[in-house]
């Protein structure tokens, strides 16, 4: 399958045969309508798993004048709870972030597909923020954030999901759909999680400041329904890295193996990805 990418709006395309990914890298040259850097749309079986806020409303009472805009709602990795763009007015960001595309890669078979990205929303705080998705056939995910630089910080990373029967087992949600049953799991160390629902926590720990706004999904314009936002958040000295995994169907997870290169500022990378008998350097 030929790559998708529409580089001049910062979308990128991972695509097997019953999934696909829509990954949001760009290099702004007008004025952005969200703050939605390094976000990432998930379908699986034509179902939208893992899903964009939308709008709502541009003129609603607070916390709804154009409140789905920015990237705390949005699937995405966020610095001390801060937006990366500075927010001055319901449409005008100042500050850009700018997003890099750094590397894509899709196996000749096309068992795996990588690619990854960063932005500089955070280098007034002298911190460097890289995103990598692996997809590993129709199965299974892996969302890689790494943020870099010093001192200490908290991550947190949220997914939005469909307002579907859930259940919570350790540090994973199980969620089901008439699509089929599938699970998220943060796999970094000392991770915390919250799970809300129409702007209230229904489990785990409360992670923001701005829950009233999370786990709502605008289909179109002045229309709103209950979705699911399931947050995971770390703290410590940089660099810090957040590692989300999808598992989707029956697939195993413990069948997608990850190496790791250290890079001369001591900083880790994928080198190389192996899912049963396919394997990809990078």
């Known amino acids: 399958m030929e790559r998708q990418a529409f580089p001049q709006a910062g979308l990128y395309f991972l695509r ?9 890298c760009a290099t702004f040259t007008h004025r952005p309508g969200h703050s939605d850097q390094l976000h990432l749309d998930l379908w699986w079986r034509g179902e939208n ?9 541009y003129n609603g009472e607070s916390p709804w004048e154009n409140g789905l805009a920015t990237a ?6 966020l610095v001390d709870e801060k937006e990366p763009m500075s927010r001055a007015g319901r449409f005008l960001w100042l500050d ?9 890669k899709r196996s000749k078979d096309g068992v795996l597909e990588f690619i990854s990205g960063e932005h500089d929303g955070y280098k007034a705080m002298g911190l460097r923020v890289m995103r990598s998705i692996i997809r590993a056939r129709d ?10 630089g010093s001192d200490q910080h908290t991550l947190r990373c949220g997914w939005l999901l469909p307002d579907v029967p859930w259940k919570a087992r350790g540090d994973s949600l199980l969620l089901g759909s008439p699509k089929g049953h599938y699970q998220i799991k943060f796999a970094s160390p000392r991770t915390q999680w919250g799970l809300y629902r129409a702007g209230q926590l ?35 000295t940089l660099p810090l890295r957040m590692i989300s ?32 008998q396919a394997v990809m350097d990078l």
């Open 96 to 104: 850009w972030s700018q997003g890099t595309l750094l590397r894509y």
């Open 49 to 57: 798993i893992a899903r964009d806020a939308g709008t709502y409303l």
């Open 245 to 276: 995994s999808w598992c989707l169907g029956d697939a195993e997870p413990d069948r997608l193996k990850v190496d790791w290169k250290e890079s001369a500022s001591g900083q880790s990378f994928i080198s190389r990805i192996i899912y049963g």
């Open 139 to 148: 199965e299974l995910w892996m969302v890689v954030d790494d943020v870099m």
């Open 202 to 236: 229904l489990e785990g720990e409360d992670l923001t400041d701005c829950a009233e706004v999370l786990g709502w999904f605008s289909p179109t314009y002045a229309t709103k329904e209950p979705g699911l936002y399931f947050a995971g958040s770390t703290k410590g």
């Open 16 to 24: 097997g045969d019953e999934t696909w990914g829509l990954f949001r």
């Open 72 to 77: 705390k709602v949005h699937n995405t990795i």
